[in-house]
């Protein structure tokens, strides 16, 4: 049995990451309402949000080191957490406040936290890449870190997720392909799209193990992210990891969801991954007040994150001209050298 | 004195060369460069040196391998990646103009991408429309990303040398025709004398490759020599040219164009990228934006708005060459 | 003109890999009056759709480069003379 400190940790970045994604939609659909405007509000632009999908975030990052990668897709609150990623810096990025970890200018589909060797991008199955060259460095530097790209199932037809399966096969690299099967790619339902049933399936394709958790069940993702991550961090390859999720919510918020059946919006919120968490803590001989407890520390910190982020400055509009480089424009010189070119082309004698 | 020519591949395979033996941490990765050497010769030699793990033969998975760099450079490595030629950037965009090149941008400057991405460039040999062009201005128009393109070997070599050292994504455009292939014999201009130590050239400083009172010909790459075939041409009946090889597009050395305007008064812009929406557009404008009382004449010479031919007749007729560029410096006067 | 001078010769185990007895100079790296190192590579022949590099056979000054760029030459030519030191 996994050990109740492991359960105790995975069940609260759970409940934070969820109660997060509660709590921006909250926070995002403030200023755009009777009628939604897109560009009004604390929270402006889009915004896609994870709550049903946190067992997969958990379930591989916590196995994972500060100096191992990872990349994220454009609904990346859940494995951000999961990672470590600095919260308040997060919250501020993503309300667009000249403290937040991009200083304003990625939002929350572009958020970088180098500390902890986190990157998300909004441009699907294109994290994927990245994570095989963060694979490659580590290889050839002859350390033992991993790279987890973290993908939709959506994503697994694109050019970009296929190249990079075999990129790392064929160079024996370590890196895990985390697939969460959500199901649904905007409004298209996965058998419309995909002709196989499973992200998992793919690997034997590209000579790779493919693992799969078909439930919505953090410690059995735990247990299959020991296998692939394990697999990495001995220097034996990549692996393709398929895990069943929910998608609670629209794909971005302001997602009236018309394509979906009621039934199905019903399943997703159905027993769900925290829900047979609080029965594994129960097991641990928890009671009802201690996961309370727990749930509540949680919620207060992201609260305060969110107040946190309130209060930051919003960027001063000059700075909208900076970062694009981080040298000079010149380089590593500003001064031409200074040779006796007299039979270089055009310089005269 | 330099006793020493190299063609412009030597010269850039001696840069890389010497970053890979000063840096564990540089790697050359592409298509055919380990034990062919690059199909334009820009690793030639470098295998035996270095072996396949850092010169690296990749599938042909442009946005895989291309995608890779960004991620090993994040880490902090310095990988040199090969885009075959710069027509096939279409499958792998995305790894270049949304990651590469904006990636430290969207950070905040907290991530840096210190690659280079290399790739070969130009026509003028009957390889038609798709392996054919320059697309200069679409790596230039984006932002993120400096663009390189040498004319000479002394050029090359110090513009690599910064671009491996240069912490931000470099572009490095060289044109096939220049680095003194066999197969696809050089003209006159690009291979130079070369000093044998490591030496840099900085970004967004043009040079002035002939001196001339008389017409401004801004241009770059293989057209540097076109133009001064033709300013040499035009010496015999007492036209003075003065020749400016921009070397890099990002940073764009605007001063020395507009300096050289403000004497001549006359302006030629030769590119071979397409003439739309592109560089000779954007030298020209710079010019109206900040040295309009002084332009008196301007035209653009460019590649017209159509694909280019294969059959040698039609190509030449859409590559500009030294008679074009004549003929737009005698019009300008 | 001293008879020590060693010849820059148009010849090597690469002649096994062609047909052709003739060919072309095509490029000159190094300068008349260079001081050379054996196996510096001074000029690049192409015979067919072989090039090949031409590498000083000795230490010493490049004191005559007798074919030049785009010259020809059979194999077995000269295509320079080295001084030796010493």
Redesign the interface.
């Known amino acids: 049995m996994t050990s109740e400190a492991t359960v105790r940790a995975l069940y609260t970045d759970m409940v934070t990451a969820r109660y997060y994604e509660e709590r921006l939609q909250e926070e995002y659909l403030e200023g755009k309402q009777p009628a939604f405007d897109i560009s009004a509000g604390p929270i402006p632009g889009e915004l896609h949000l994870a709550a049903g999908q946190e067992a997969a975030a958990v379930g591989v990052c916590h196995h994972l080191r500060e100096d191992d990668v990872v990349t994220a897709p454009h609904r990346p609150h859940h494995v951000a957490i999961a990672k470590g990623v600095d919260l308040k810096r997060m919250t501020a990025e993503i309300f667009g406040r000249e403290t937040g970890l991009c200083s304003g200018k990625g939002g929350h589909m572009h958020l970088f936290d180098p500390d902890v060797n986190f990157a998300c991008s909004g441009i699907i199955a294109e994290g994927c890449p990245p994570a095989v060259g963060a694979g490659m460095a580590a290889k050839k530097r002859n350390t033992d870190s991993v790279a987890v790209a973290y993908l939709g199932e959506g994503a697994i037809d694109q050019g970009g997720f296929l190249e990079s399966l075999n990129l790392a096969a064929v160079h024996d690299l370590p890196v895990v392909f985390v697939v969460e099967d959500n199901d649904w790619a905007i409004s298209m339902p996965k058998e419309r799209v995909t002709d196989v049933e499973s992200a998992a399936t793919r690997a034997d394709g590209f000579d790779m193990p493919g693992l799969r958790v078909d439930r919505d069940d953090a410690l059995a993702v735990y247990e299959a992210g020991a296998e692939a991550v394990g697999r990495a961090r001995d220097r034996n390859g990549p692996t393709v990891l398929s895990v069943q999720v929910h998608r609670r919510m629209g794909h971005f918020m302001g997602d009236p969801q018309s394509y979906r059946s009621d039934e199905d919006q019903a399943a997703a919120t159905q027993r769900d991954s925290i829900e047979r968490m609080e029965t594994d803590l129960h097991a641990h001989g928890l009671g009802d007040d201690a996961i309370e407890t727990m749930r509540e520390t949680a919620h207060d910190r992201v609260d305060d994150a969110i107040a946190w982020a309130k209060e930051q400055p919003t960027p001063d509009p000059d700075r909208a001209y900076e970062d694009a480089f981080v040298n000079p424009p010149s380089g590593v010189t500003d001064t031409e050298p200074d040779f006796d070119l007299a039979e270089t082309g055009g310089e005269e004698p | 004195?330099?006793?020493?020519?190299?063609?412009m591949s030597?010269a850039i395979v001696e840069a890389i060369g010497s970053e890979m033996r000063d840096n564990d941490e540089v790697?050359y990765m592409g298509e055919d460069v380990a034990d062919y050497g690059g199909i334009f010769d820009s690793t030639q030699g470098l295998l035996e040196e270095f072996g396949y793990?850092r010169i690296m033969d990749?599938?042909i998975?442009e946005?895989?391998?291309?995608?890779?760099?960004?991620?090993?450079?994040?880490?902090?490595?310095r990988?040199i990646a090969e885009l075959m030629f710069v027509d096939f950037f279409g499958?792998a965009m995305?790894?270049i103009y949304?990651?590469m090149a904006k990636?430290?941008?969207?950070?905040?400057?907290?991530?840096?991408v210190p690659m280079v991405l290399t790739t070969a460039v130009g026509g003028t040999y009957s390889d038609a429309a798709q392996h054919s062009q320059a697309l200069y201005g679409t790596f230039a128009h984006l932002?993120?990303m400096?663009v390189v393109v040498p004319s000479?070997a002394?050029d090359a070599k110090?513009l690599m040398h910064?671009?491996i050292?240069?912490?931000?994504p470099?572009v490095y455009m060289y044109h096939k025709r220049l680095m003194?292939l066999?197969?696809l014999?050089a003209p006159e201009?690009?291979?130079?004398?070369v000093?044998e130590e490591e030496?840099?050239?900085?970004?967004?400083?043009a040079?002035?490759?002939?001196?001339g009172a008389d017409v401004t010909v801004v241009t770059l790459g293989l057209h540097v020599?076109r133009a001064?075939d033709a300013a040499a041409e035009l010496a015999a009946d007492g036209i003075d040219v003065e020749?400016i090889?921009l070397r890099t597009l990002?940073?764009l050395d605007r001063e020395t164009v507009i300096e050289s305007v403000e004497k001549t008064g006359r302006l030629v812009v030769v590119d071979e990228d397409y003439r739309s929406f592109g560089l000779t557009g954007e030298i020209v404008s710079t010019v109206a934006d900040e040295a309009l009382d002084a332009l008196e004449a301007v035209e653009r010479v460019a590649i017209p708005d159509v694909p280019i031919p294969y059959a040698r007749e039609l190509e030449q007729e859409v590559q500009p060459d030294a008679g074009d560029i004549e003929t737009a410096v005698r019009n300008v006067r | 003109m001293s008879d020590d001078r060693v010849p820059v010769v148009a010849d090597g185990a690469w002649t096994d890999d062609v047909d052709e007895e003739e060919g072309v100079v095509v490029n000159w790296f190094a300068k008349a009056g260079r001081h050379v190192t054996v196996g510096d590579s001074l000029c690049e022949l192409q015979v067919e759709k072989v090039s090949v590099d031409i590498d000083a056979p000795t230490d010493g000054e490049l004191v005559e480069i007798v074919r030049g760029e785009n010259a020809e030459f059979s194999i077995g030519d000269t295509l320079a003379w080295i001084e030796p030191e010493g």
């Open positions: 004195m330099i006793d020493r020519e190299l063609t030597r790697f793990d990749v599938p998975s946005t895989a391998y291309l995608g890779a760099a960004v991620g090993a450079a994040q880490q902090g490595m990988p499958v995305d790894q949304n990651q990636n430290t941008y969207m950070s905040g400057g907290s991530v840096s932002p993120g400096k000479t002394y110090g910064n671009a050292r240069d912490d931000d470099v003194g066999g197969w014999p201009g690009p291979k130079t004398p000093p030496y840099t050239i900085p970004f967004g400083r040079d002035v490759k002939r001196e020599h001064l020749v090889d990002v940073p």
